[in-house]
């Protein structure tokens, strides 16, 4: 049975709720945590996802491990909203690895963007690419991230 965002039951949401924790969590200690048998999560949790619910199972990296010191959480102000401006906006920032997260939004700004660099050299010269260099972008604001106080994906599921 596919599920949809709209019927998932208390089974379902337990499950999610765990996974988005730690998605590395084995289905039978997932089972004793909702009181089901270990087929019934593993068959809930193909059910989730074949609807689309689940999008993927990621890890998330500590950046500062990883060397990555600057995190930039940038405004761009496109020279219009027209679609294929907006579209090839879209389409650079997606094939951009150094971008974490990208939203199209409303207020004034086409998009706000999180990128995660190096060092400022770096970061300078993705500015350059991706903003100064780029017809499409009227003015972009950069704010660098002091320090990281919350991240994850969690959704809240009531």
């Known amino acids: 049975m596919a599920r949809t965002n709209r019927n998932l039951d208390s089974f379902d949401r337990a499950i999610l709720r765990i996974l988005q924790r730690d998605n590395k969590t084995p289905q039978r200690a997932i089972a004793e945590a909702v009181h089901l048998s270990a087929a019934a999560v593993q068959r809930r949790i193909a059910a989730m996802e074949a609807a689309g619910i689940i999008e993927r199972n990621v890890a998330i990296a500590d950046t500062r491990a990883l060397g990555m010191t600057i995190t930039a959480i940038v405004e761009v102000h496109l020279i219009d909203e027209r679609p294929p401006t907006v579209d090839g906006a879209k389409a650079l920032f997606l094939a951009a690895p150094e971008v974490q997260l990208c939203y199209y939004v409303t207020g004034g700004i086409s998009f706000v963007l999180v990128i995660v660099t190096t060092d400022m050299i770096e970061y300078e010269a993705i500015t350059r690419r991706l903003f100064a260099d ?8 950069s704010l660098i991230a002091l320090d990281r106080v919350k991240s994850g994906a969690e959704i809240i599921i009531p």
Do not use: G, M, T
């Not at 780029?134 to 604001?141: E, G, H």
């Open 134 to 141: 780029n017809d499409a972008v009227a003015s972009f604001r």
